[in-house]
């Protein structure tokens, strides 16, 4: 009787046993499951992480197409296209040079020297001929009554040497005397109205239709014979003979800048007088007496720009760079954030205790919220790019986004999708509700000593 107590016990055991592990098989294939869900949401986000720093690297996020070429005065190029990332911006041009033998209409503001570096070149070589120091000891007398041509060589001698306070005392005699009148004033006033576009080609209808009044000028330049459109305004600060003396044309512009006189022209209505060249053809370089020399300028976005190279380029100012700043800030978290979480994702197949899988889950919601403020800030810089910079988005031009942004937009669901994984498997497994004993153990509350 004994003996046969003794197997009943063991029996019993042996058969509590089986059945509490046959109890556990389905909660160890889920448990496996969501091990393999987990796993490939690690290895999903060590990809996003590699996606994500490749997207913030390229320049492929936005894409603007000018069509055939939309013509941007400020430049007198034709924007072609332009793309640009976080980082950097390229832009694509055709520039219309006029052929020498070509019969056109030109801006004075066509041989211009843009380029600060060779303004202050030009004006340093030009600064010790000797038709300079003539002109500095001009005989002025003031206070001036009339701005007489002794006046205008006197003030063009002190700006090219950088005189600072003669110059200034002349350009405002300059302005009191010859800018001051309703007429100068309507002139350097543009109307909001849009553009008119003149046909270059078209001189003779210019001419009989006396379409830019006075500021149409015939000028020999080195023996050649150009049709200028020069304002009126700045004929009057400059000197006779002025187009006999080398790169006096090239400083033309940057000169009337700096007295406060516009490059534009201005019918009676004060609305600009464009004069924009034929279309670029499509293949070839020579058409229409013009020379359409393409170009590719790609240059890395200067975030913290002062005021002085702000004036300089057109297609930033000081809310778009805040725009620019805030998404590299964001996409240079979003990248700290996902390589913690990529961490913490592979340490939950270490250590099983449910708080790893929310911490890990909860850094991929965070890395996900920062994945879009870098897209919604991009999306505002554009809107505001539309409205306020021509210069960057021109009337007419198309928008598209590049890979960059869908490469954004893919890490961000894998951010949310892993996120949401890992919070969801996270669940208490204690007791019966454990696949195994150790991880019951690992789920128990853990009470810190000293």
């Given at each position: 009787?004994?003996?046969?107590?003794?197997?009943?016990v063991?029996?019993d055991?042996?058969?509590?046993?089986?059945?509490?592990?046959?109890?556990?098989k389905?909660?160890?294939?889920?448990?496996?499951?969501?091990?393999?869900?987990?796993?490939?949401?690690?290895?999903l986000?060590?990809?996003?992480?590699?996606?994500?720093?490749i997207?913030?690297?390229?320049?492929?996020?936005?894409?603007?197409?000018?069509?055939?070429?939309i013509?941007?005065?400020?430049?007198?190029?034709?924007?072609m296209?332009?793309?640009?990332?976080?980082?950097?911006?390229c832009?694509?041009?055709?520039?219309?040079?006029?052929?020498?033998?070509s019969?056109?209409?030109?801006?004075?503001?066509?041989?211009?020297?843009?380029?600060?570096?060779?303004?202050?070149?030009?004006?340093?070589?030009?600064?010790?001929?000797?038709?300079?120091?003539?002109?500095?000891?001009?005989?002025?007398?003031?206070?001036?009554?009339?701005?007489?041509?002794?006046?205008?060589?006197?003030?063009?001698?002190?700006?090219?040497?950088?005189?600072?306070?003669?110059?200034?005392?002349?350009?405002?005699?300059?302005?009191?005397?010859?800018?001051?009148?309703?007429?100068?004033?309507?002139?350097?006033?543009?109307?909001?109205?849009?553009?008119?576009?003149?046909?270059?080609?078209?001189?003779?209808?210019?001419?009989?239709?006396?379409?830019?009044?006075?500021?149409?000028?015939?000028?020999?330049?080195?023996?050649?014979?150009?049709?200028?459109?020069?304002?009126?305004?700045?004929?009057?600060?400059?000197?006779?003979?002025?187009?006999?003396?080398?790169?006096?044309l090239?400083?033309?512009?940057?000169?009337?800048?700096?007295?406060?006189?516009?490059?534009?022209?201005?019918?009676?209505n004060?609305?600009?007088?464009?004069?924009?060249?034929?279309?670029?053809?499509?293949?070839?370089?020579?058409?229409?007496?013009?020379?359409?020399?393409?170009?590719?300028?790609?240059?890395?976005?200067?975030?913290?720009?002062?005021?002085?190279?702000?004036?300089?380029?057109?297609?930033?100012?000081?809310?778009?760079?805040?725009?620019i700043?805030?998404?590299?800030?964001?996409?240079?978290?979003?990248?700290?954030?996902?390589s913690?979480?990529?961490?913490?994702?592979?340490?939950?197949?270490?250590?099983?205790?449910?708080?790893?899988?929310?911490?890990?889950?909860?850094?991929?919601?965070?890395?996900?919220?920062?994945?879009?403020?870098?897209?919604?800030?991009?999306?505002?810089?554009?809107?505001?790019?539309?409205?306020?910079?021509?210069?960057?988005?021109?009337?007419g031009a198309?928008?598209?986004?590049?890979?960059?942004?869908?490469?954004?937009?893919?890490?961000?669901?894998?951010?949310?999708?892993?996120?949401?994984?890992?919070?969801?498997?996270s669940?208490?497994?204690?007791?019966?509700?454990?696949?195994?004993?150790?991880?019951?153990?690992?789920?128990?509350?853990?009470?810190?000593?000293?």
């Amino acid at each position: 009787m004994k003996k046969m107590s003794v197997k009943s016990v063991k029996r019993d055991a042996s058969t509590s046993t089986l059945g509490h592990d046959e109890a556990r098989k389905p909660l160890m294939a889920a448990y496996m499951f969501q091990r393999r869900v987990l796993l490939g949401c690690s290895v999903l986000m060590a990809l996003s992480l590699i996606i994500w720093i490749i997207a913030i690297a390229t320049d492929r996020w936005i894409i603007i197409t000018g069509g055939g070429g939309i013509f941007i005065p400020e430049t007198r190029r034709f924007f072609m296209a332009s793309h640009s990332g976080l980082w950097r911006h390229c832009r694509e041009t055709k520039t219309p040079n006029a052929l020498p033998n070509s019969t056109v209409i030109r801006n004075f503001t066509s041989f211009a020297f843009t380029n600060v570096g060779l303004v202050n070149n030009a004006k340093m070589n030009m600064s010790h001929m000797e038709f300079i120091d003539d002109f500095r000891y001009e005989n002025v007398t003031f206070p001036l009554k009339n701005f007489t041509q002794e006046a205008k060589k006197r003030m063009f001698a002190h700006w090219i040497r950088n005189d600072e306070p003669e110059f200034q005392t002349l350009k405002a005699a300059f302005q009191s005397l010859e800018l001051s009148s309703e007429k100068s004033r309507k002139a350097l006033n543009p109307s909001s109205a849009k553009p008119i576009a003149i046909n270059p080609l078209d001189i003779q209808n210019a001419k009989e239709r006396k379409t830019f009044g006075n500021a149409l000028q015939e000028v020999v330049v080195n023996s050649t014979n150009y049709n200028f459109v020069i304002p009126e305004s700045g004929q009057a600060a400059i000197f006779e003979n002025w187009n006999k003396i080398d790169q006096v044309l090239n400083l033309l512009w940057a000169y009337f800048r700096d007295l406060g006189i516009p490059p534009y022209v201005l019918n009676e209505n004060g609305v600009v007088l464009q004069l924009v060249p034929p279309i670029p053809p499509k293949k070839q370089r020579l058409a229409y007496g013009y020379d359409y020399v393409p170009s590719t300028r790609c240059k890395y976005i200067d975030m913290f720009s002062n005021a002085k190279a702000l004036r300089n380029e057109p297609a930033y100012d000081d809310t778009l760079l805040d725009y620019i700043r805030t998404q590299a800030s964001f996409a240079c978290i979003t990248v700290f954030v996902m390589s913690l979480g990529s961490v913490f994702s592979f340490y939950t197949f270490m250590n099983p205790r449910y708080m790893f899988k929310r911490l890990a889950g909860g850094i991929h919601l965070v890395s996900a919220s920062t994945a879009l403020v870098v897209i919604q800030v991009l999306f505002a810089s554009i809107d505001y790019t539309k409205e306020h910079l021509f210069y960057s988005y021109p009337d007419g031009a198309e928008l598209t986004y590049g890979f960059g942004v869908y490469l954004a937009w893919f890490t961000f669901a894998v951010n949310i999708v892993c996120g949401i994984m890992f919070i969801w498997y996270s669940g208490k497994k204690k007791g019966s509700k454990a696949p195994t004993d150790e991880i019951a153990m690992a789920d128990e509350p853990t009470i810190m000593g000293r």
